[in-house]
């Protein structure tokens, strides 16, 4: 058998999708990620974006990532270990570890690395990691990566996670990770569960707040904050990528724990560090944020306000108290057709199909920006509820 005939045959979805002329990825964009784009030549309203604040477009973020691609160049050309650490750098990780309250902090190339970087240097061989059964991809394959054993829990389901901890010998190491803002349903963990578990079971809990960072709690301080649980929370693991309007990703722990990733983590040592114009717009973002924590009520309006339009108009929402307002749709074609009706109508919004959804449960997600105005949050919901309305999933 030829290695390469899977790829001659597709990929069975996408290949139907295409067939049927509703195939929705890799649409190219023509501006800038903002509350409004210019996609593949036609204004549409963007409610698929993961830029939280709105900080992609703002001048100071923008001229932040200029000095610093004149000062230091293009990129590092090696790892944080070798010839690839800036002061900038390290001027990123002090800042962002005051900002979260804790020691230290260590910056990794992409969010996707973090999970893999934090995860495969802590949990060894006879060590244990849990899992919410709906974390995000880059954990599962963190899990992988290590050399512990994996366990899941049925989602936000406390009296699963007890049973799964229940069953670890008492010899064994544990890290409890879960997803703070849960990236396709954008509920929240239950964290305040979580942590009292882990005190119970003697384990160490990690939250993936790539999607909590600049939403919730104190300032934008994430799951944690919100909970007023910082000091039961390990580890905080997260990204540049979304409210930080950068590319890169970062875990912010006890002194001695960095350190040991640092030493440790072959996906931090073995990858080049993050340019200098992504460290420099990561740093001016948390600097925005930091200045201005009204983005973050300006936020939670909007997406109230969005929610408020959708329920008004009787159209079914998976309820949550974030920016992610996912609307269900059901089987996956329809799904993907009520997509892309959007799309060619003025609204950008994401798929959510199986295998991110169970069967005959899949979504529409909307995500909202601190910079949505509610008048461009009345064009979408009109949009969204003709063509729901046209497909018979309202009234």
Request: proline residues 3%; glycine residues 8%.
């Amino acid at each position: 058998m030829d290695l390469f005939d899977k790829c001659k045959e597709g990929h069975a979805l996408a290949n139907q999708a295409r067939e049927l002329n509703v195939y929705p990825y890799f649409h190219a964009l023509e501006s800038r990620q903002d509350v409004e784009v210019v996609m593949e030549g036609k204004r549409r309203i963007m409610l698929g974006s993961n830029n939280y604040l709105g900080l992609t477009t703002d001048p100071d973020v923008i001229q932040a990532g200029v000095d610093a691609l004149k000062q230091y160049g293009s990129g590092c050309s090696g790892s944080r270990f070798l010839n690839g650490t800036l002061r900038l750098h390290q001027q990123l990780e002090r800042e962002l570890a005051q900002f979260l309250e804790k020691e230290d902090a260590v910056t990794f190339s992409t969010g996707f690395q973090s999970n893999l970087g934090i995860i495969s240097a802590l949990v060894g061989r006879n060590d244990y990691v849990v899992c919410d059964r709906e974390n995000h991809a880059s954990i599962y394959d963190a899990c992988r990566l290590s050399y512990g054993k994996m366990l899941r829990y049925r989602h936000s389901d406390m009296e699963d996670l007890e049973r799964q901890l229940k069953n670890i010998p008492d010899s064994a190491g544990i890290l409890i990770v879960t997803d703070g803002v849960f990236s396709m349903g954008g509920d929240v963990a239950n964290l305040p569960e979580i942590t009292r578990l882990a005190r119970q079971y003697g384990a160490r809990v990690m939250v993936d707040d790539a999607h909590g960072l600049g939403v919730l709690g104190k300032g934008g301080r994430g799951t944690a904050s919100h909970f007023g649980l910082e000091k039961e929370v390990d580890i905080y693991m997260g990204t540049f990528s979304k409210s930080l309007a950068s590319l890169g990703g970062y875990m912010a722990a006890s002194a001695n724990v960095c350190d040991y990733v640092r030493h440790v983590s072959r996906p931090f040592i073995f990858s080049a560090s993050i340019t200098p114009s992504s460290c420099a717009t990561a740093l001016e973002a948390l600097h925005k944020l930091i200045a201005h924590p009204e983005l973050v009520d300006k936020l939670r309006h909007i997406s109230a306000y969005f929610r408020r339009k959708l329920l008004d108009y009787g159209i079914k929402i998976r309820m949550s108290d974030t920016p992610i307002i996912p609307i269900y749709t059901y089987e996956t074609i329809e799904t993907l057709s009520i997509v892309k009706q959007l799309y060619d109508a003025g609204v950008y919004v994401n798929s959510s199909v199986p295998p991110a959804t169970p069967p005959h449960e899949c979504l529409i997600r909307t995500s909202l920006m601190a910079t949505h105005t509610e008048s461009l949050i009345d064009e979408a919901a009109a949009i969204i509820h003709n063509v729901l309305k046209d497909n018979g999933l309202c009234e």
